[in-house]
């Protein structure tokens, strides 16, 4: 069992930036591919970014490739989502997952944080 939980969401203005963090307990951290996925209101859970086991491959949504950056500190079982340049369309609550290979699908991933809500204003 993986107990995933997020953290860092909030409010910001559009063009600002907000850092998450997602502390993983309960099983070898390093053993686990791990991923964001976000979910606005009546639309589906959609993919963020996604990153190895090792930290050395990451995949991103076209959408947010050069804005979003994702990270892994696998000695404080951490990840990390650094987001820049946010736009309204960004809001969501944004959740963090394992899964046991990198992946894009939702039903790769077997754990699942709470979620951490992302508000962007204009």
């Known amino acids: 069992q993986v107990h995933l939980v997020e953290s860092g969401g909030g409010l910001v203005q559009a063009g600002g930036s907000l850092r998450l963090a997602c502390v993983a307990s309960g099983r070898t951290f390093s053993s686990l591919a791990m991923g964001w996925f976000r979910q606005a209101p009546g639309k589906e859970r959609e993919f963020v970014a996604a990153?190895?086991?090792?930290?050395?491959?990451?995949i991103y949504a076209d959408s947010m490739m050069g804005r979003f950056t994702i990270s892994r500190d696998n000695a404080e079982s951490t990840m990390y989502l650094q987001m820049n340049s946010l736009k309204p369309e960004d809001t969501a609550v944004y959740y963090c997952?394992?899964?046991?290979?990198?992946?894009?699908?939702?039903?790769?991933?077997?754990?699942w944080g709470q979620g951490t809500q992302v508000t962007v204003s204009s």
């Open positions: 997952a394992a899964a046991s290979t990198l992946a894009r699908a939702v039903n790769s991933y077997y754990y």
């Open positions: 990153i190895s086991q090792s930290g050395r491959s990451t």
